[in-house]
Protein backbone atom coordinates (compact mmCIF):
# COMPACT_ATOMS: atom_id res chain seq x y z
CA UNK A 1 0.00 0.00 0.00
CA UNK A 2 2.78 2.98 0.54
CA UNK A 3 4.17 1.30 -2.64
CA UNK A 4 1.20 1.93 -4.02
CA UNK A 5 0.76 5.51 -2.85
CA UNK A 6 4.30 7.29 -3.29
CA UNK A 7 3.99 5.30 -6.81
CA UNK A 8 0.62 7.51 -7.62
CA UNK A 9 1.75 10.79 -6.35
CA UNK A 10 5.32 10.37 -8.41
CA UNK A 11 3.21 9.76 -11.47
CA UNK A 12 0.94 12.56 -10.90
CA UNK A 13 3.89 14.92 -10.35
CA UNK A 14 5.91 13.41 -12.87
CA UNK A 15 3.22 13.76 -14.96
CA UNK A 16 1.93 17.34 -14.29
CA UNK A 17 5.97 18.34 -15.19
CA UNK A 18 6.08 16.95 -17.99
CA UNK A 19 3.24 18.03 -19.25
CA UNK A 20 4.00 21.86 -18.06
CA UNK A 21 7.32 21.68 -19.20
CA UNK A 22 6.30 20.67 -22.80
CA UNK A 23 2.80 22.81 -23.25
CA UNK A 24 5.07 25.99 -22.04
CA UNK A 25 8.37 25.54 -23.95
CA UNK A 26 5.42 24.87 -27.02
CA UNK A 27 3.53 27.86 -25.84
CA UNK A 28 6.19 30.25 -25.61
CA UNK A 29 7.76 28.54 -29.03
CA UNK A 30 4.33 29.58 -31.35
CA UNK A 31 3.88 33.11 -29.56
CA UNK A 32 7.78 33.71 -30.43
CA UNK A 33 7.84 32.51 -34.19
CA UNK A 34 4.21 34.16 -34.29
CA UNK A 35 5.68 37.60 -33.08
CA UNK A 36 9.37 37.01 -35.28
CA UNK A 37 8.18 35.80 -38.56
CA UNK A 38 5.48 38.42 -38.76
CA UNK A 39 6.85 40.21 -42.27
CA UNK A 40 7.51 44.33 -41.62
CA UNK A 41 4.66 46.11 -43.15
CA UNK A 42 4.76 48.85 -45.73
CA UNK A 43 3.61 52.04 -44.79
CA UNK A 44 2.50 53.89 -47.49
CA UNK A 45 1.62 57.19 -44.97
CA UNK A 46 4.22 57.89 -43.89
CA UNK A 47 5.25 60.50 -45.93
CA UNK A 48 2.37 62.39 -45.29
CA UNK A 49 2.67 61.68 -41.75
CA UNK A 50 6.22 63.46 -41.84
CA UNK A 51 5.30 66.06 -44.24
CA UNK A 52 1.50 67.30 -41.52
CA UNK A 53 4.47 67.24 -38.83
CA UNK A 54 6.17 69.04 -40.71
CA UNK A 55 3.94 71.72 -42.16
CA UNK A 56 2.02 71.94 -38.62
CA UNK A 57 2.70 74.94 -36.69
CA UNK A 58 2.70 74.04 -32.52
CA UNK A 59 -0.27 75.69 -31.20
CA UNK A 60 -1.88 74.04 -28.19
CA UNK A 61 -5.46 74.60 -29.30
CA UNK A 62 -4.96 72.38 -32.50
CA UNK A 63 -4.14 69.34 -31.26
CA UNK A 64 -7.55 67.35 -31.95
CA UNK A 65 -6.80 69.28 -35.46
CA UNK A 66 -3.58 67.50 -35.82
CA UNK A 67 -5.06 64.25 -34.71
CA UNK A 68 -8.01 64.50 -37.16
CA UNK A 69 -5.01 64.67 -40.07
CA UNK A 70 -3.13 61.83 -38.94
CA UNK A 71 -5.95 59.65 -38.22
CA UNK A 72 -7.24 59.87 -41.97
CA UNK A 73 -3.37 58.75 -42.22
CA UNK A 74 -4.01 55.48 -39.67
CA UNK A 75 -1.80 57.61 -37.46
CA UNK A 76 -2.18 58.70 -33.96
CA UNK A 77 -1.31 61.74 -32.00
CA UNK A 78 0.73 62.17 -28.49
CA UNK A 79 2.37 65.48 -27.60
CA UNK A 80 4.12 66.03 -24.53
CA UNK A 81 5.99 69.17 -23.10
CA UNK A 82 9.02 68.81 -20.82
CA UNK A 83 8.40 65.18 -20.63
CA UNK A 84 5.04 65.37 -19.56
CA UNK A 85 2.22 64.06 -21.55
CA UNK A 86 -0.47 67.13 -22.37
CA UNK A 87 -2.40 65.48 -25.74
CA UNK A 88 -2.41 61.72 -26.69
CA UNK A 89 -4.96 59.56 -28.70
CA UNK A 90 -2.14 56.18 -28.72
CA UNK A 91 -3.97 53.16 -28.36
CA UNK A 92 -2.98 50.83 -25.18
CA UNK A 93 -0.49 49.20 -27.59
CA UNK A 94 0.93 52.38 -29.47
CA UNK A 95 1.30 53.43 -25.60
CA UNK A 96 3.35 50.16 -24.65
CA UNK A 97 5.70 50.59 -27.80
CA UNK A 98 6.49 54.19 -26.97
CA UNK A 99 8.03 53.25 -23.75
CA UNK A 100 10.18 51.66 -25.32
CA UNK A 101 11.81 54.50 -26.35
CA UNK A 102 15.22 55.41 -24.78
CA UNK A 103 14.54 57.89 -21.63
CA UNK A 104 15.31 61.56 -22.82
CA UNK A 105 15.05 60.88 -26.75
CA UNK A 106 15.79 64.06 -28.04
CA UNK A 107 13.86 64.62 -31.84
CA UNK A 108 15.10 67.13 -34.27
CA UNK A 109 13.69 70.34 -34.81
CA UNK A 110 11.58 71.28 -37.95
CA UNK A 111 12.41 68.48 -40.05
CA UNK A 112 10.10 65.11 -38.61
CA UNK A 113 12.08 62.09 -38.17
CA UNK A 114 11.12 58.26 -38.32
CA UNK A 115 12.09 55.72 -36.17
CA UNK A 116 10.61 51.76 -36.93
CA UNK A 117 9.96 50.15 -33.33
CA UNK A 118 9.40 46.49 -35.18
CA UNK A 119 5.56 46.83 -34.80
CA UNK A 120 4.84 49.88 -35.86
CA UNK A 121 6.58 53.59 -37.13
CA UNK A 122 6.89 56.45 -35.05
CA UNK A 123 7.72 60.02 -36.30
CA UNK A 124 8.65 62.83 -34.30
CA UNK A 125 9.53 66.33 -34.77
CA UNK A 126 10.27 69.13 -32.11
CA UNK A 127 8.43 72.18 -32.18
CA UNK A 128 9.47 74.68 -30.12
CA UNK A 129 8.84 73.43 -26.41
CA UNK A 130 6.81 70.85 -27.57
CA UNK A 131 7.63 67.07 -28.35
CA UNK A 132 5.08 65.45 -31.40
CA UNK A 133 4.75 62.35 -32.30
CA UNK A 134 2.33 59.89 -34.26
CA UNK A 135 2.69 56.38 -34.41
CA UNK A 136 0.99 53.95 -36.78
CA UNK A 137 -1.35 50.83 -35.94
CA UNK A 138 1.09 48.70 -34.74
CA UNK A 139 1.24 45.44 -36.54
CA UNK A 140 0.65 43.32 -33.30
CA UNK A 141 -1.82 40.04 -32.71
CA UNK A 142 -4.38 40.49 -30.50
CA UNK A 143 -3.85 37.78 -26.95
CA UNK A 144 -6.75 38.13 -24.47
CA UNK A 145 -9.22 40.81 -25.51
CA UNK A 146 -6.22 43.45 -27.39
CA UNK A 147 -2.79 43.48 -28.60
CA UNK A 148 -0.19 42.79 -26.59
CA UNK A 149 3.42 43.14 -26.67
CA UNK A 150 5.63 39.92 -27.33
CA UNK A 151 6.95 40.28 -24.07
CA UNK A 152 3.51 40.80 -22.26
CA UNK A 153 2.07 37.92 -24.51
CA UNK A 154 4.73 35.74 -23.04
CA UNK A 155 4.11 36.41 -19.98
CA UNK A 156 0.52 35.90 -19.37
CA UNK A 157 0.70 32.65 -21.22
CA UNK A 158 3.32 31.51 -18.78
CA UNK A 159 1.02 32.66 -16.07
CA UNK A 160 -1.93 31.00 -17.84
CA UNK A 161 -0.07 27.67 -18.62
CA UNK A 162 1.50 27.62 -14.51
CA UNK A 163 -2.64 28.13 -13.68
CA UNK A 164 -3.54 25.63 -15.60
CA UNK A 165 -0.74 23.51 -14.70
CA UNK A 166 -2.27 23.70 -11.04
CA UNK A 167 -5.60 22.62 -12.15
CA UNK A 168 -4.39 19.60 -14.27
CA UNK A 169 -2.37 18.83 -10.98
CA UNK A 170 -5.21 19.31 -8.42
CA UNK A 171 -7.24 17.37 -10.91
CA UNK A 172 -5.18 14.19 -11.10
CA UNK A 173 -4.36 14.33 -7.30
CA UNK A 174 -7.66 14.06 -6.69
CA UNK A 175 -8.24 11.24 -9.27
CA UNK A 176 -5.21 9.63 -7.94
CA UNK A 177 -6.85 10.03 -4.26
CA UNK A 178 -10.10 8.61 -5.35
CA UNK A 179 -8.26 5.55 -6.37
CA UNK A 180 -6.05 5.33 -3.62
CA UNK A 181 -9.14 5.52 -1.01
CA UNK A 182 -10.87 3.13 -3.16
CA UNK A 183 -8.01 0.58 -3.02
CA UNK A 184 -7.54 1.42 0.91
CA UNK A 185 -11.04 1.16 1.87
CA UNK A 186 -12.29 -1.61 0.13
CA UNK A 187 -10.13 -4.00 2.45
CA UNK A 188 -11.25 -1.53 5.50
CA UNK A 189 -15.01 -2.16 4.72
CA UNK A 190 -14.61 -5.70 3.92
CA UNK A 191 -12.92 -6.16 7.36
CA UNK A 192 -15.87 -3.74 8.85
CA UNK A 193 -18.58 -6.11 6.92
CA UNK A 194 -17.04 -9.06 8.54
CA UNK A 195 -17.29 -7.33 12.04
CA UNK A 196 -20.93 -6.63 11.57
CA UNK A 197 -21.48 -9.95 10.80
CA UNK A 198 -19.53 -11.28 13.81
CA UNK A 199 -20.89 -8.85 15.84
CA UNK A 200 -24.59 -10.49 14.18
CA UNK A 201 -23.31 -13.93 15.27
CA UNK A 202 -22.42 -15.24 11.41
CA UNK A 203 -19.04 -16.71 11.72
CA UNK A 204 -19.16 -18.42 8.45
CA UNK A 205 -18.25 -16.28 5.88
CA UNK A 206 -14.47 -15.44 5.02
CA UNK A 207 -13.38 -11.75 5.00
CA UNK A 208 -13.15 -11.98 0.93
CA UNK A 209 -9.78 -9.65 0.68
CA UNK A 210 -7.83 -11.13 -1.95
CA UNK A 211 -5.18 -8.00 -2.12
CA UNK A 212 -1.79 -8.16 -1.73
CA UNK A 213 -0.68 -4.98 0.49
CA UNK A 214 -0.22 -4.37 4.27
CA UNK A 215 -4.04 -5.33 4.75
CA UNK A 216 -3.50 -8.67 3.35
CA UNK A 217 -2.02 -10.22 6.80
CA UNK A 218 -4.63 -8.34 8.54
CA UNK A 219 -7.52 -9.78 6.74
CA UNK A 220 -5.69 -13.29 7.25
CA UNK A 221 -5.37 -12.32 11.32
CA UNK A 222 -9.25 -11.43 11.48
CA UNK A 223 -10.02 -14.71 9.67
CA UNK A 224 -8.24 -16.57 11.94
CA UNK A 225 -9.36 -14.80 14.75
CA UNK A 226 -12.74 -15.36 13.24
CA UNK A 227 -12.02 -19.25 12.59
CA UNK A 228 -10.82 -19.29 16.23
CA UNK A 229 -13.97 -17.84 17.57
CA UNK A 230 -16.12 -19.61 15.59
CA UNK A 231 -14.62 -22.61 17.21
CA UNK A 232 -14.60 -21.31 20.71
CA UNK A 233 -18.09 -20.83 20.31
CA UNK A 234 -19.28 -24.36 18.95
CA UNK A 235 -16.78 -26.11 21.66
CA UNK A 236 -18.19 -23.88 24.59
CA UNK A 237 -21.69 -24.76 22.97
CA UNK A 238 -20.44 -28.45 23.31
CA UNK A 239 -19.10 -27.79 26.99
CA UNK A 240 -22.85 -26.05 27.81
CA UNK A 241 -24.18 -28.99 26.88
CA UNK A 242 -22.14 -31.22 28.28
CA UNK A 243 -22.53 -29.37 31.78
CA UNK A 244 -26.58 -29.55 31.21
CA UNK A 245 -26.06 -33.06 30.38
CA UNK A 246 -23.64 -33.46 33.78
CA UNK A 247 -26.07 -31.39 36.54
CA UNK A 248 -29.10 -33.62 34.54
CA UNK A 249 -27.32 -36.97 35.53
CA UNK A 250 -26.13 -36.27 38.71
CA UNK A 251 -29.69 -34.88 39.23
CA UNK A 252 -31.16 -37.94 38.12
CA UNK A 253 -28.78 -40.50 40.10
CA UNK A 254 -29.67 -38.68 43.15
CA UNK A 255 -33.34 -39.65 42.74
CA UNK A 256 -32.43 -42.86 43.16
CA UNK A 257 -30.66 -43.44 46.08
CA UNK A 258 -32.85 -40.63 47.48
CA UNK A 259 -36.21 -42.51 47.01
CA UNK A 260 -34.38 -45.46 48.37
CA UNK A 261 -33.48 -43.50 51.92
CA UNK A 262 -37.04 -42.22 51.76
CA UNK A 263 -38.59 -45.61 51.19
CA UNK A 264 -36.66 -47.56 53.79
CA UNK A 265 -36.89 -44.23 56.42
CA UNK A 266 -40.73 -44.50 55.62
CA UNK A 267 -40.63 -48.46 56.26
CA UNK A 268 -39.33 -47.70 59.78
CA UNK A 269 -41.22 -44.69 60.26
CA UNK A 270 -44.40 -47.27 59.51
CA UNK A 271 -43.21 -50.18 61.41
CA UNK A 272 -42.60 -52.18 58.08
CA UNK A 273 -39.35 -53.48 59.77
CA UNK A 274 -41.28 -54.50 63.24
CA UNK A 275 -37.90 -57.02 63.91
CA UNK A 276 -34.34 -55.84 64.99
CA UNK A 277 -32.66 -57.57 62.04
CA UNK A 278 -35.18 -55.66 59.41
CA UNK A 279 -34.50 -52.63 61.08
CA UNK A 280 -30.98 -52.64 61.15
CA UNK A 281 -31.17 -54.13 57.25
CA UNK A 282 -33.11 -51.18 56.76
CA UNK A 283 -30.79 -48.43 58.57
CA UNK A 284 -28.18 -50.37 56.59
CA UNK A 285 -28.89 -49.79 53.19
CA UNK A 286 -30.23 -46.34 53.71
CA UNK A 287 -26.66 -45.15 55.31
CA UNK A 288 -24.88 -47.08 52.05
CA UNK A 289 -27.61 -44.92 49.27
CA UNK A 290 -26.65 -41.87 51.64
CA UNK A 291 -23.33 -42.59 51.01
CA UNK A 292 -23.68 -43.04 47.39
CA UNK A 293 -25.47 -39.36 47.12
CA UNK A 294 -22.70 -38.00 49.03
CA UNK A 295 -20.14 -39.04 46.33
CA UNK A 296 -22.21 -37.69 43.93
CA UNK A 297 -22.47 -34.54 45.50
CA UNK A 298 -18.63 -34.37 46.37
CA UNK A 299 -17.97 -35.14 42.65
CA UNK A 300 -19.79 -32.13 41.65
CA UNK A 301 -18.67 -30.26 44.77
CA UNK A 302 -15.26 -30.98 43.24
CA UNK A 303 -15.68 -29.65 39.49
CA UNK A 304 -17.04 -26.75 40.28
CA UNK A 305 -13.78 -26.09 41.90
CA UNK A 306 -11.75 -27.04 38.59
CA UNK A 307 -14.35 -24.80 36.78
CA UNK A 308 -13.06 -21.88 38.94
CA UNK A 309 -9.89 -22.78 39.47
CA UNK A 310 -10.21 -22.95 43.42
CA UNK A 311 -9.25 -26.11 43.83
CA UNK A 312 -6.52 -26.25 46.83
CA UNK A 313 -3.19 -27.99 47.04
CA UNK A 314 -1.29 -28.78 50.23
CA UNK A 315 1.76 -30.34 49.39
CA UNK A 316 4.05 -32.43 51.12
CA UNK A 317 6.95 -34.56 51.56
CA UNK A 318 6.12 -37.98 50.80
CA UNK A 319 7.65 -41.05 49.57
CA UNK A 320 6.04 -42.08 46.29
CA UNK A 321 6.34 -45.64 46.63
CA UNK A 322 4.96 -46.25 50.10
CA UNK A 323 2.41 -43.49 49.16
CA UNK A 324 1.25 -46.31 45.96
CA UNK A 325 2.13 -49.11 47.80
CA UNK A 326 -0.45 -48.11 50.34
CA UNK A 327 -3.09 -47.57 48.01
CA UNK A 328 -2.74 -51.03 46.30
CA UNK A 329 -2.65 -52.21 49.55
CA UNK A 330 -6.15 -50.20 50.25
CA UNK A 331 -7.76 -51.73 46.66
CA UNK A 332 -6.53 -54.80 46.99
CA UNK A 333 -9.81 -56.31 49.18
CA UNK A 334 -12.34 -54.25 46.64
CA UNK A 335 -10.76 -55.23 43.17
CA UNK A 336 -10.62 -59.07 45.19
CA UNK A 337 -13.98 -59.00 45.39
CA UNK A 338 -14.75 -58.03 42.06
CA UNK A 339 -12.39 -60.79 40.62
CA UNK A 340 -9.47 -58.36 39.85
CA UNK A 341 -5.98 -57.80 40.92
CA UNK A 342 -3.26 -55.18 41.12
CA UNK A 343 0.29 -54.95 41.48
CA UNK A 344 2.77 -53.07 42.39
CA UNK A 345 6.30 -53.50 40.56
CA UNK A 346 9.83 -51.50 41.08
CA UNK A 347 12.52 -51.12 43.40
CA UNK A 348 11.43 -50.50 47.28
CA UNK A 349 13.60 -47.60 47.58
CA UNK A 350 12.97 -44.31 48.84
CA UNK A 351 11.22 -42.00 46.02
CA UNK A 352 11.20 -38.85 46.99
CA UNK A 353 8.08 -36.30 45.71
CA UNK A 354 6.50 -33.36 46.91
CA UNK A 355 2.21 -34.19 46.70
CA UNK A 356 -0.93 -33.12 48.06
CA UNK A 357 -1.53 -37.03 49.05
CA UNK A 358 -5.05 -36.49 49.26
CA UNK A 359 -5.56 -35.45 45.43
CA UNK A 360 -3.16 -37.78 44.53
CA UNK A 361 -5.00 -40.29 45.18
CA UNK A 362 -7.73 -39.28 43.91
CA UNK A 363 -5.31 -39.85 40.70
CA UNK A 364 -5.44 -43.45 41.52
CA UNK A 365 -9.36 -43.98 42.44
CA UNK A 366 -10.19 -42.46 39.14
CA UNK A 367 -7.98 -44.67 37.49
CA UNK A 368 -8.74 -47.55 39.11
CA UNK A 369 -12.36 -46.37 38.44
CA UNK A 370 -11.54 -45.87 34.49
CA UNK A 371 -10.23 -49.52 34.12
CA UNK A 372 -12.87 -51.31 36.19
CA UNK A 373 -15.76 -49.27 34.12
CA UNK A 374 -14.01 -50.07 30.52
CA UNK A 375 -11.31 -52.11 30.38
CA UNK A 376 -13.38 -55.14 29.42
CA UNK A 377 -11.84 -57.56 30.80
CA UNK A 378 -13.28 -60.55 32.76
CA UNK A 379 -10.20 -60.39 35.05
CA UNK A 380 -9.42 -57.22 35.31
CA UNK A 381 -5.49 -57.21 36.41
CA UNK A 382 -3.76 -53.39 37.22
CA UNK A 383 0.08 -53.00 37.24
CA UNK A 384 1.78 -49.85 39.14
CA UNK A 385 5.66 -49.88 38.06
CA UNK A 386 7.58 -47.42 39.52
CA UNK A 387 10.82 -45.80 39.20
CA UNK A 388 13.19 -42.90 38.82
CA UNK A 389 14.34 -41.49 35.60
CA UNK A 390 16.81 -38.83 36.09
CA UNK A 391 15.06 -36.08 37.85
CA UNK A 392 11.48 -37.28 37.63
CA UNK A 393 9.85 -39.86 39.67
CA UNK A 394 7.62 -42.28 36.90
CA UNK A 395 4.61 -44.41 37.62
CA UNK A 396 3.00 -46.55 35.05
CA UNK A 397 -0.34 -47.22 35.29
CA UNK A 398 -1.16 -50.53 33.29
CA UNK A 399 -4.34 -52.61 32.91
CA UNK A 400 -4.91 -55.87 30.31
CA UNK A 401 -7.98 -54.90 29.04
CA UNK A 402 -8.77 -54.11 25.61
CA UNK A 403 -7.61 -50.63 25.60
CA UNK A 404 -9.34 -47.73 23.43
CA UNK A 405 -9.11 -46.93 19.32
CA UNK A 406 -5.78 -45.23 18.34
CA UNK A 407 -8.07 -41.96 17.27
CA UNK A 408 -9.32 -41.23 20.54
CA UNK A 409 -6.23 -41.44 22.57
CA UNK A 410 -5.71 -37.83 21.76
CA UNK A 411 -9.34 -36.54 23.26
CA UNK A 412 -8.94 -39.09 26.99
CA UNK A 413 -8.09 -35.83 28.99
CA UNK A 414 -10.71 -33.73 27.48
CA UNK A 415 -13.49 -32.29 29.80
CA UNK A 416 -16.75 -34.24 29.09
CA UNK A 417 -15.04 -36.25 26.91
CA UNK A 418 -16.32 -40.04 26.44
CA UNK A 419 -16.00 -41.40 23.30
CA UNK A 420 -18.55 -43.89 22.24
CA UNK A 421 -19.26 -44.77 26.00
CA UNK A 422 -22.65 -44.04 26.85
CA UNK A 423 -22.70 -42.51 30.58
CA UNK A 424 -23.18 -45.49 32.91
CA UNK A 425 -26.01 -45.42 35.56
CA UNK A 426 -24.15 -46.02 39.03
CA UNK A 427 -23.09 -43.48 41.16
CA UNK A 428 -22.85 -40.83 38.49
CA UNK A 429 -19.69 -42.44 36.02
CA UNK A 430 -19.40 -41.93 33.04
CA UNK A 431 -19.37 -37.83 33.39
CA UNK A 432 -16.38 -37.62 31.44
CA UNK A 433 -14.75 -35.76 34.20
CA UNK A 434 -12.59 -38.50 35.72
CA UNK A 435 -9.49 -38.79 33.28
CA UNK A 436 -9.97 -34.66 32.87
CA UNK A 437 -9.33 -34.47 36.72
CA UNK A 438 -6.58 -36.54 36.56
CA UNK A 439 -4.93 -34.37 34.26
CA UNK A 440 -5.58 -31.44 36.22
CA UNK A 441 -4.18 -32.40 39.37
CA UNK A 442 -0.94 -34.15 37.83
CA UNK A 443 -0.24 -31.04 35.52
CA UNK A 444 -1.07 -28.86 39.06
CA UNK A 445 1.77 -31.06 40.66
CA UNK A 446 4.30 -30.10 38.08
CA UNK A 447 4.15 -33.26 36.62
CA UNK A 448 3.05 -34.91 33.42
CA UNK A 449 0.78 -38.12 32.07
CA UNK A 450 -0.08 -39.71 28.56
CA UNK A 451 -1.97 -42.35 27.64
CA UNK A 452 -1.09 -45.08 25.30
CA UNK A 453 -2.46 -48.95 23.96
CA UNK A 454 -0.22 -51.24 24.86
CA UNK A 455 -1.50 -55.03 25.76
CA UNK A 456 -4.15 -52.55 27.36
CA UNK A 457 -4.39 -49.06 28.34
CA UNK A 458 -1.45 -47.28 29.72
CA UNK A 459 -0.98 -44.11 31.58
CA UNK A 460 2.41 -42.80 32.25
CA UNK A 461 2.71 -40.60 34.87
CA UNK A 462 5.95 -38.45 35.55
CA UNK A 463 6.55 -36.21 38.80
CA UNK A 464 9.65 -34.17 39.84
CA UNK A 465 11.79 -35.72 42.13
CA UNK A 466 12.38 -33.67 45.33
CA UNK A 467 16.02 -33.63 45.98
CA UNK A 468 16.05 -34.36 49.84
CA UNK A 469 15.81 -38.14 50.23
CA UNK A 470 13.26 -39.66 52.42
CA UNK A 471 14.04 -41.34 55.04
CA UNK A 472 12.30 -44.41 57.39
Known amino acids: MKRRIFLYNAVVVTIALIGLLLVSGLVIRRVSDYYMQRPPVVDGSAEQAQTVLEDWTADPTSWKDLDRQLQRLDYALHVSLNGGEIYSSLSPIQSDLLRQLPPGSVWPTGEPAAVWMGAALVVGVRSGPYDILTMSEPDVPKFFGRQRLQTEAVLLSVLIIGATAIVVIVLLSMLSTHFQLKHILRPVNALADAARRIEAGDYSQSVGYDGQDEFT ?193 PHLFEQFWRGDQSRGGQSGEGSGLGLYIVKYIVEAHGGTITARNDGGLVFDLALPCEEDSIHA
Open 217 to 409: SVCAAFEHMQRHLLLEREKNAAYEKARTDLVAGISHDLRTPLTSVKGYLKGLRDGVANTPEKQRQYLDIAYRKACDMDVLLQRLFYFSKLETGNLPLSPVSADLWRFVEGFVRDSAGELEQRGGAIRLKGVPTPHPVRIDTEQMYRVLTNLTENALRYAGSEALVLTLTLWRERDRERLRFADNGRGVPDEDL
